[in-house]
């Protein structure tokens, strides 16, 4: 398109050029109206060169966004496999710990019976070596992820303790194990509790008893 108006400005300047020139037979009228359309043809040369100069920029601002977006979920890839390999199953050890992949979250399982009693939701003296180990890994490996601590118990209905169902124990031990991750530095703005009783059981009841600290997948 501005091949062509270039063009017809270049033809229109001749035809004024032969009019300034002194070909006679041009009248002032054509004269007046090859000037007109010259003046016409250049304002929709500019108008073209600046909806050009528009486009590029545009194209520009675009092709700068989507770089810097895939570079955004590049890093936001690597963050995540990579704490995933360095914060993951080698790095984390106890007694009655192990360490498992659930899609992209990493999923550091506790033994209830490591931490608790039967039947109670305070943890043992014990227990507080090994949760140490897991507040150090995490402050030091997902410092930025979102923690969620999930408590399970097995099939048995409750009959000697005080609480009245396994989710309100489950619950209650969770919290138990977050309050103490919060005490050792872990943000409380990164770090939530949820008790699911009986759900998900394992092969054993034994295996069954457990609080599992799950390190959420995609960095903030």
Request: aromatic share 4%; proline share 1%; glycine share 12%.
């Amino acid at each position: 398109m501005m091949g062509k108006i270039a063009r017809v400005v270049g033809l229109g300047l001749v035809v004024t050029g032969m009019a300034l020139g002194g070909c006679r037979n041009v009248s002032k009228g054509e004269y007046d109206m090859v000037m007109q359309e010259n003046q016409t043809l250049r304002d929709a040369l500019e108008r073209e060169k600046q909806a050009r100069v528009e486009a590029e920029n545009r194209n520009a601002s675009l092709e700068q966004e989507n770089r810097d977006m895939a570079g955004q979920l590049d890093r936001g890839r690597t963050g995540t496999g990579a704490a995933a390999r360095s914060g993951g199953r080698a790095d984390f050890s106890g007694e009655g710990v192990t360490t498992s992949m659930r899609g992209g979250d990493v999923v550091v399982s506790v033994a209830g019976d490591v931490l608790f009693d039967s039947g109670s939701a305070t943890l043992k003296a014990s227990a507080k070596r090994t949760l140490d180990g897991i507040a150090s890994k995490l402050k030091s490996n997902y410092s930025s992820h979102t923690i969620r601590v999930e408590g399970y118990t097995d099939t048995d209905p409750i009959q000697k303790s005080g609480w009245k169902t396994n989710e309100r124990l489950s619950g209650e031990r969770a919290m138990a194990v977050e309050s103490y991750l919060v005490s050792k530095g872990v943000p409380k703005n990164r770090i939530y509790f949820a008790g699911f009783g009986a759900d998900r059981p394992k092969s054993t009841k034994k295996d069954s008893r457990r609080v599992e600290i799950v390190i959420l997948a995609g960095a903030e």
